[in-house]
């Protein structure tokens, strides 16, 4: 078995670096196609460039389909942009090709396409099953005495899915070690607040630790909080494990922020709003102001119904 090396090991300093560089690429793409979720897409990048730079996942760009490689589900297929941004700065295509977002004969999609584009593990969009497609990875994993780990990104309102928590009780039924979801809790999905459209949703934390989830909470905008987590997470080796990660829409960029119901779900920006935007992604270049974020506290059951 070839040995197991990750390619990237970034500091703090040049994650923020490169999130910060990949946001413009996102607003830049999707202002010139005319489409796609900008805003969904931002919320995760700093989550991804952790992942895929901060030295937690190992891959080969230039090997796609290595059998050791560490895996990544989008289960939250809208926000393909920020994969499309992370693949691109990875190395496994160039990063010119990003600017034929949607375009006709692009392999560049709205969803992610595993038929056409490299390191895409999965054709998602559809949502709530990304994490059953990570469960297979996982079990196939164990199965063929591999050492690969698998990683999932879902979304809050794509856990409105039931498919989520079937597979959610079979992976601690399997007690898959080599299984990690995380949450892109950002709050809002296409309908509106995800705490409006299914309140019952929380208590997150406690869903999934009765589930038989390790569960960790974090800002997911705060490298360092990313980091650490991604690093103690390796450690378990008995159940799979969720990070809750509290994100903005957005990424906290005014244009996004001003949409009081689902911050431009899948809208967008004007030339003139994405002037705007990447003037304050300048001036919060390394994230001081918004990874300080006070993010809402998760709501009980009591705060939703009144005393029980």
């Not at 992604?281 to 705060?303: H, R, V």
Request: one cysteine or more; hydrophobic letters at 40%; a negative charge.
């Amino acid at each position: 078995m070839e040995q197991r090396l990750c390619p990237y090991q970034y500091g703090i300093k040049e994650l923020q670096e490169t999130a910060w560089k990949l946001s413009r690429q996102i607003i830049h793409m999707t202002t010139k196609a005319g489409s796609g979720h900008p805003s969904s897409s931002l919320s995760a990048i700093d989550v991804l460039v952790a992942l895929y730079f901060g030295g937690s996942m190992c891959y080969k760009p230039e090997q796609p389909d290595w059998s050791d490689r560490d895996r990544f589900v989008l289960s939250k297929g809208h926000a393909a942009l920020a994969l499309y941004a992370v693949l691109a700065e990875a190395g496994y295509f160039a990063p010119e090709r990003l600017m034929t977002l949607r375009e006709i004969g692009s392999p560049l999609e709205g969803h992610p396409n595993m038929r056409v584009l490299p390191g895409v593990e999965a054709s998602t969009g559809s949502l709530g099953q990304g994490l059953s497609i990570g469960l297979g990875h996982a079990l196939a994993a164990r199965n063929n005495g591999r050492l690969y780990h698998v990683y999932v990104m879902i979304g809050d309102g794509e856990s409105d899915e039931g498919q989520v928590w079937e597979a959610a009780m079979a992976a601690a039924k399997y007690r898959l070690g080599n299984l990690t979801a995380i949450l892109d809790y950002n709050k809002f999905q296409q309908t509106g607040p995800v705490g409006e459209v299914m309140p019952s949703l929380n208590p997150l934390v406690d869903k999934w630790e009765a589930f038989g989830w390790d569960v960790n909470e974090i800002n997911g905008h705060r490298f360092e909080e990313i980091q650490e987590t991604l690093y103690a997470i390796n450690k378990i080796k008995d159940r799979p494990q969720i990070i809750i990660a509290h994100t903005l829409k957005g990424r906290g960029l005014s244009p996004f922020q001003k949409d009081d119901v689902n911050r431009k779900h899948g809208i967008p920006l004007t030339a003139e709003e994405a002037e705007v935007a990447l003037a304050e992604l300048d001036e919060m270049k390394y994230d001081e102001l918004f990874s300080a974020a006070q993010f809402t506290p998760e709501l009980t059951p009591e705060d939703v119904h009144g005393e029980l």
